[in-house]
């Protein structure tokens, strides 16, 4: 069954250093998504946007190779790929010989790829993109970009998700905002392990009580959800309860494993957001 708990979260893992696709354990998002109200049909766009930073193979000649990668998973998809089955899985490429880049890539595009859109009437692929060696001095490091809510000096009592914390402007002329926090903190579904994270909100719509949305996003702090279905969780709270027009939520978590997460979810289609990392990325 590929259900959370028949992962290999919080569980020994044997360690496997030769290629091994099978190690891939992807999740159905459809479960969490009627939980949150979601449906089958989801009424957003967007992509999970992975980057691995230890991404190694051989040469033909035994020699490793190191490299970063960075992965586009569709939202549409119907699984989530688990984080630490990711993780085995790159770290099966370690001691195996490819004859170059490229063929790392496209191995990495098939099976993920697979993972991803296993159990979907029609298939498609995920973005694999390896950023080499020549080019690790091109990688920028920069915050999210809007109007800090962390300034606000509120007082934090919840802890777990709550939306009636939520509340906007009704009767006056909407707003276009764009509104982030260093402060959101989750926890894994399964092993109960920090997840932390900075999130963006841009919304265009009656304006949103910014107090009460800090207050919100620190209420996810003791949660126990993935990224994915956490950044679903806040779009899906803030379109119903403060009912935008447009609405966009992005958040960049911290890698563990060396790997990071960073969810994109939006109402109207756009283009995805550059890959540029936080400081605490």
């Known amino acids: 069954m590929n259900t959370p708990e028949h992962s290999e979260l919080g569980k020994s893992s044997a360690y496997v250093d030769q290629y091994d696709a099978s190690l891939l354990f992807p999740i159905p998002r459809l479960a969490k998504r009627l939980e949150m109200g979601v449906g089958d049909t989801p009424i957003f766009f967007g992509a999970d946007l992975w980057t691995a930073f230890e991404l190694s193979w051989l040469n033909p000649r035994g020699k490793p190779q190191v490299a970063l990668a960075q992965f586009i998973v569709p939202c549409e998809t119907p699984n989530i790929i688990e984080s630490k089955s990711f993780k085995l899985y790159l770290n099966s490429f370690n001691n195996t010989r490819f004859l170059d880049a490229a063929e790392v890539q496209a191995r990495l595009r098939a099976d993920i790829s697979e993972a991803a859109w296993r159990g979907a009437p029609q298939a498609s692929t995920v973005g694999v993109k390896l950023l080499l060696p020549e080019m690790f001095d091109r990688e920028d490091v920069a915050e999210l970009d809007g109007l800090s809510l962390d300034r606000l000096d509120v007082e934090c009592t919840r802890y777990t998700p709550a939306p009636d914390l939520l509340t906007a402007v009704w009767g006056e002329p909407p707003v276009t905002e764009v509104l982030t926090s260093n402060l959101l903190k989750s926890n894994c ?43 679903e969780r806040i779009f899906m709270d803030l379109w119903t309860r403060c009912k935008p027009v447009k609405l966009t939520v992005y958040a960049r978590y911290t890698r563990r494993g060396g790997l990071d997460i960073s969810p994109f979810r939006t109402s109207h289609p756009q283009a995805l957001p550059a890959a540029v990392r936080t400081a605490r990325q």
């Open 189 to 231: 579904l399964v092993t109960g392990q920090p997840d932390w994270g900075s999130v963006r909100i841009a919304y265009s719509g009656p304006q949103i009580n910014q107090e009460g949305l800090l207050q919100y996003i620190v209420s996810f702090r003791n949660h126990n959800e993935f990224h994915e279905q956490c950044v």
